[in-house]
């Protein structure tokens, strides 16, 4: 029986490139993480123009730090879609409806 802990760290990899060398939950209590993950809690809150602006505020590294977070995340949210569409054609195919199943977007 495969390890969880290693299955989730190699679905993490294959979803994004990169593998985890440390533990993410420590990487939680970083102080750079942690104001990474506010202001980009803070900016999805307030959308349009007034975030794109507040960036502009911020020192460069948090900038970076929330385009890379975004980039990640924006992986992770398209690898999630992706399976929920093969798991809806898989259960239409195995009731014999008529889908699109093996299309890729």
Known sequence: MQD???RIL???EEMTGAR?????????????VVAVLDEHRLMSMSKGVASVAHLGELPRPIVDGLRTYDAILNLVLAH???AEAEERD????ARGVPGHFGRRR
């Not at 985890?20 to 750079?32: H, L």
């Open 10 to 12: 190699r679905a993490f």
């Open 20 to 32: 985890q060398t440390t533990c993410p939950w420590q990487a939680m209590r970083d102080p750079f």
């Open 4 to 6: 969880p802990g290693e």
């Open 80 to 82: 999630d879609i992706r």
């Open 90 to 93: 898989r259960k239409a195919k």
